[in-house]
């Protein structure tokens, strides 16, 4: 028989310090959607408990009834805190309510909703104007976290490189290699989504830069890739020195490429973040160059084993790998005999 009173007045002690907040608070630390689901809560207790009290005590139910009805119109209200609470809400978009309203806002952050109020911005032809604000600026801003969340990943993606053998420098390690690939594919498509949003105007440049690097990444890591492999096939090759002296032109050019390959790699071991990679603005085209290279040593390679071949014809029935063994062992000629 107690309990619906005790309720009660729990209640009705909550809301007098409650809608105190909400009325004369400023609007600019209000959450919208703590106060709607607070004011909800509060509406279905009173609700409830002013029909278990109507026959108990018809003054603690006509209590009840008053704070239902206060609750009312707090909830008619809440579009207009809903607009004017917003964290997506930025100056160009006050400057927007501003003209609606007719009178300053954003710039006072005192301001509360008995002042919007008596300014006369509860009214229902301005509020839906300012709530089609508030929605813009709030799909704005989802843009805005996503693009934030993309960046804030990648400060923690790193290359993650081993030592190779004994040669005294490190190759790109195959798993890091995959997830970066994945991570690369998923937010490529997410800011090509983002960027044909009709709400994405305003952070146009940001995602364009975001693009530029995610496309940077992906270049420089299919460049990467390239020359690891080029560089594992051909550095055991050009380390025979029967293979040096009898492709000097080709050795030139592959202890060229070996160096740059060297210093990259120990730039990457010591500095391995993906975003500090991408600020080494000439690396890419560094690669590239050094793929090019790579190719014209392979391409003159295959011609000379090709004139071994012609001298030799059985040398046709071996793989390139088993004729560049039998090359670099000169000094061995019963080398060819297995």
Request: one cysteine or more.
């Given at each position: 028989m107690f309990v619906p009173f005790y309720k009660l007045w729990g209640v009705a002690y909550h809301y007098s310090k409650a809608q105190q907040r909400w009325r004369k608070g400023p609007v600019c630390q209000l959450n919208?959607?703590?106060?709607?689901?607070?004011?909800?809560?509060?509406?279905?207790?009173?609700?409830k408990l002013g029909k278990q009290l109507e026959d108990l005590s018809p003054l603690a139910s006509k209590m009840a009834l008053e704070i239902k009805l206060q609750l009312d119109q707090l909830k008619h209200d809440l579009p207009l805190l809903t607009a004017v609470c917003n964290p997506g809400l930025r100056q160009r978009h006050w400057n927007q309510m501003t003209e609606h309203v007719?009178?300053?806002?954003?710039?006072?952050?005192?301001?509360?909703?008995?002042?919007?109020?008596?300014?006369?911005?509860?009214?229902?032809?301005?509020?839906l104007l300012l709530s089609a604000v508030s929605e813009q600026?709030?799909?704005?801003?989802?843009?805005?976290?996503?693009?934030?969340?993309?960046?804030?990943?990648?400060?923690?993606?790193?290359?993650?490189?081993?030592?190779?053998?004994?040669?005294g420098t490190h190759?790109?390690?195959?798993?890091?290699?995959?997830?970066i690939q994945l991570l690369l594919d998923d937010q490529t498509i997410k800011t090509q989504t983002m960027r044909s949003s009709p709400y994405a105007k305003p952070l146009v440049a940001s995602l364009k830069a975001w693009e530029d690097f995610l496309r940077f990444t992906s270049a420089l890591l299919e460049e990467w890739l390239k020359m690891q492999s080029s560089w594992l096939y051909l550095e055991p090759i050009f380390s025979s020195e029967d293979i040096k002296t009898q492709m000097?032109?080709?050795?030139?050019?592959?202890?060229?490429?070996?160096?740059?390959?060297?210093e990259h790699m120990t730039q990457a071991n010591a500095s391995p973040r993906a975003v500090d990679m991408a600020?080494?603005?000439?690396?890419?085209?560094?690669?590239?160059?050094?793929?090019?290279?790579?190719?014209?040593?392979?391409?003159?390679?295959?011609?000379?084993?090709?004139?071994?071949?012609?001298?030799?014809?059985?040398?046709?029935?071996?793989?390139?790998?088993?004729?560049?063994?039998?090359?670099?062992?000169?000094?061995?000629?019963?080398?060819?005999?297995?």
């Open positions: 919208a959607e703590e106060v709607e689901k607070t004011i909800g809560d509060m509406w279905r207790e009173v609700y007719g009178f300053t806002l954003g710039a006072d952050a005192s301001m509360s909703m008995f002042d919007l109020l008596k300014m006369g911005a509860g009214d229902s032809e301005k509020v600026a709030r799909k704005e801003w989802s843009i805005e976290k996503n693009l934030k969340a993309m960046r804030e990943l990648w400060t923690h993606v790193s290359y993650s490189t081993s030592a190779y053998k004994e040669t190759v790109l390690q195959g798993a890091c290699v995959e997830e000097p032109g080709e050795a030139a050019k592959f202890q060229t490429v070996d160096d740059l390959w060297r600020k080494r603005s000439t690396l890419l085209e560094t690669l590239v160059g050094g793929n090019v290279v790579l190719d014209e040593i392979q391409k003159g390679l295959s011609a000379y084993l090709e004139t071994k071949r012609l001298r030799f014809p059985r040398f046709f029935f071996l793989a390139d790998e088993e004729l560049l063994e039998i090359l670099a062992e000169t000094k061995d000629p019963l080398r060819v005999q297995p």
